[in-house]
Structure formats: structure tokens, C-alpha cells
């Protein structure tokens, strides 16, 4: 007798009070504490990929200040790769291996280099365009940023209060960057407009707002170490204009045409 035909005949055999009692204990309604246990491991593992998943891949990000305008604006939400630079394993100083290094023309999110200047968690993390990379040498003259040599052509500037220059204390430390350091402690005199040339050391890299009037960057504080960049932003994936009052602006002020626009 084939397996096929002794399993029918087993079944037949089988009363039908016997396959009732059978199909009452598989369809049984599980018990609360079973259920509670069963939801709760879904739930941790739940918890345990959104961790691994934000920890090393991809995190979300908040832009809080008009820096990088129009590329960026305030209220806009990005998801960020954090593995493509390699990401840090929290707690320690060790980093995952990078696909590649950040480059010229890069978006980058960075953690702000002066820790002791950070007065809430809105300023720790910033977000800029690489403009320099080790061994460059660059400089600004009259806004315009000339990279070895050359002047770039960045579209993606904008200039929202051109008419000032100013000068600030703050720009001393590029005396010690300098090509000429000979001239660094008597006839540097730098502006927010013209400054340089200064040569990008191993290991960091000269990071620029491209609201170029009106964004707090390398200019000021100086060069961002690659320890402390977390990633290149990905998309767009939500933006609110905070500022406008319109009727029910949960749903008017959402920038609906900048939901999914990828960052360039």
C-alpha cells in the first residue's frame, strides 16, 4: 500500500467526535500571558533592528538654522547614510570600515569639533558642504572660494547679505594653516569674504555653509576632524515651514514638494 493511501485510510479511521476534539485543541485560543509574551518578542526584536538600523545605517536628522539655503531649509527632516563614511560605534572610538571618504562637493553631518562650546542638543550636530580635503590649499577672495589655484563654480551658493565683509576675532586660528606663515602674525588681516590661502591638514576637512552670508563654519572654528563626521545626508523626508500661520498648519505648512528630494 502506497504512503498516500495509508494515511487516507488512517484518517477514515479516525471518528468524528476524535477529529472534533482534535481541531478543538490546535484552533484553542492562546492564553493572555502567552499572547503578552508572544507580542513582547516581536516587540524587542522590533527595537533591536531599529537600533542596529539607526546605530549604523541610517539615522534621521533635523535641520534647525538657514546655513545651507537653498539646498537645505530650516524645518527640513533627512535621513543621513551612516555607513558610507563608516559609522562609530557608540560608547567607544572605534568606526566601522568606510566605503569612502568624504569628498569636495560632499554634504556632510558632522558633530560641532568644540564640544565645549555646544550649549544645547540642537547645536551638536551640523550640517555643511565640503569645500577642502587634505592637501588642498584654499582661500577666498571677495566671496569667491579658489580651490589650488582655481576659482570654483558653485551654483549652489547663495549670498543673502552681500554687501557686508565682516571681521572677527574669530578667524585668528588660520594663522597657523597659512601657505606664507611668515606674514601670519603682522599682515593677515582676514575677513568673512577673503582669507587664505590655508592648506586642509591629514585627517580633516574645510567645510562651508551654502548660505555663504550667513552660516557659522570652518571660516570661524576651523577644520572638522574625520572622527567626528556621521554621515552624508540621503533625502529629504519631511519638511515643515514653522514660521507661516495658516488654518490647520499640520497639514498646510508641510512642504509637499520637498518630501523625497534627494540632497545633492
Known amino acids: 500500500m502506497s504512503d498516500s493511501s495509508a494515511s487516507s485510510a488512517t484518517y477514515h479511521q479516525i471518528s468524528p467526535e476524535q477529529r472534533k476534539a482534535i481541531l478543538r485543541r490546535v484552533n484553542r485560543p492562546r492564553s493572555g500571558w502567552r499572547a503578552l509574551w508572544d507580542w513582547l518578542k516581536l516587540f524587542q526584536i522590533a527595537v533591536f533592528l531599529f537600533l542596529i538600523i539607526k546605530t549604523f545605517i541610517v539615522e534621521a536628522f533635523k535641520i534647525p538654522t538657514g546655513s545651507m539655503e537653498n539646498t537645505l531649509l530650516v524645518g527640513d527632516f533627512l535621513l543621513v547614510n551612516k555607513a558610507v563614511y563608516g559609522a562609530q560605534v557608540p560608547f567607544t572610538d572605534i568606526r566601522l570600515p568606510a566605503f569612502r571618504s ?3 562637493g560632499d554634504v556632510i553631518v558632522f558633530e560641532f569639533p568644540d564640544r565645549s562650546m555646544i550649549q544645547s542638543e540642537d547645536e551638536k550636530n551640523y550640517v555643511k558642504r565640503v569645500v577642502g580635503v587634505p592637501g588642498d590649499t584654499l582661500e577666498m ?3 569667491r572660494v579658489w580651490l589650488n589655484g582655481t576659482a570654483l563654480a ?3 551658493v547663495i549670498h543673502s547679505s552681500p554687501g557686508g565683509d ?3 576675532e574669530d ?4 594663522r597657523n594653516f597659512l601657505v606664507r606663515r611668515a606674514e601670519a602674525h603682522s599682515g593677515y588681516h582676514p575677513s568673512r569674504n577673503t582669507w587664505g590661502p590655508l592648506i586642509v591638514p591629514e585627517g580633516n576637512y574645510f567645510v562651508l555653509g551654502d548660505n555663504r552670508d550667513n552660516s557659522y563654519d570652518s571660516r570661524y572654528w576651523g577644520f ?7 554621515g ?3 533625502v529629504v ?5 514653522r514660521d507661516r500661520l495658516r488654518r490647520a498648519p499640520w497639514l498646510t505648512n508641510i512642504r509637499w514638494s520637498r518630501l523625497g528630494e534627494r540632497i545633492r
Open 166 to 168: 565682516a571681521v572677527a
Open 171 to 174: 578667524f585668528g586660528w588660520q
Open 232 to 234: 552624508q545626508p540621503l
Open 102 to 104: 568624504p569628498g569636495r
Open 237 to 241: 523626508y519631511y519638511s515643515f515651514e
Open 154 to 156: 558653485e551654483e549652489y
Open 224 to 230: 572638522v576632524p574625520d572622527s567626528v563626521v556621521k
Open 141 to 143: 577672495r571677495d566671496g
